[in-house]
């Protein structure tokens, strides 16, 4: 499965110069936060495939304009062709506005979803905007990032945690990728592809919504 993640800024070659079938390879579309929800419904209807969502903290405006055929996962989990995927967005409350969170906020969200994680064996990818702590972060109030996470990570091991957050354009030391005792990390910031083998579906469990792959039609 060919995943594209998204995140912070909006991509040119996908918006504003789009040449029809550019997104026709991809299965799935992430984004980790802080996009115009016009640009997440024109990938939508472009990409004709799903596109799942978590809230960046400065995403309030979806409140009243949400991304319209887009899916918010921020909070939930759900399966995609047999990929469980977790969905946790929002960053580390440096002032009073939405989608920012205390560690311990974060650590009350990611404990309420215990019993699905347990019936699930846990998940394949982590969707966030903000990235762990000590992981692709950095040390101001604003960028400083999750230990909460870092522990989701050391208790269910995913095959990946995608973030945002960090814009790449910081500094040329901010890294793309990292490994986190076999967690791949990754820097969503614009866009970045992943591949990774599709998963045997398995029946749906309570509260889980489970997507499968539908016939393509021909992509815009």
């Not at 070659?13 to 640009?39: F, H, M, N, T």
């Not at 000590?134 to 995608?162: I, M, N, T």
């Not at 579906?201 to 016939?215: C, D, I, P």
Request: hydrophobic share 35%; net charge negative.
């Amino acid at each position: 499965m060919k995943i594209l993640t998204i995140s912070d800024e909006e991509c040119p070659a996908l918006w504003d110069y789009y040449v029809p079938g550019r997104l026709a390879e991809y299965d799935l579309i992430l984004s980790c936060g802080d996009l115009k929800a016009q640009y997440l419904s024109f990938l939508v209807t472009m990409a004709r495939c799903p596109v799942l969502y978590v809230h960046g903290n400065h995403d309030g405006h979806y409140r009243v304009a949400p991304p319209e055929g887009c899916d918010c996962i921020d909070g939930h989990i759900v399966t995609y062709n047999g990929v469980r995927i977790l969905g946790l967005g929002g960053c580390r409350r440096y002032r009073r506005d939405v989608h920012q969170y205390t560690d311990n906020e974060m650590r009350l969200r990611i404990f309420k979803l215990r019993r699905q994680l347990w019936r699930l064996g846990g998940v394949d990818i982590v969707v966030t905007h903000a990235p762990p702590e000590g992981l692709g972060d950095a040390e101001d109030p604003a960028h400083w990032g999750f230990e909460s996470l870092r522990e989701l990570l050391d208790k269910y091991h995913p095959q990946y945690l995608v973030h945002g957050h960090v814009h790449m354009s910081y500094g040329h030391d901010i890294p793309r990728e990292l490994d986190y005792n076999g967690t791949r990390i990754i820097n969503a910031y614009e866009r970045y592809t992943i591949e990774l083998p599709d998963q045997p579906v398995q029946a749906k469990h309570f509260g889980q919504v489970v997507y499968k792959t539908k016939q393509k039609k021909e992509p815009l």
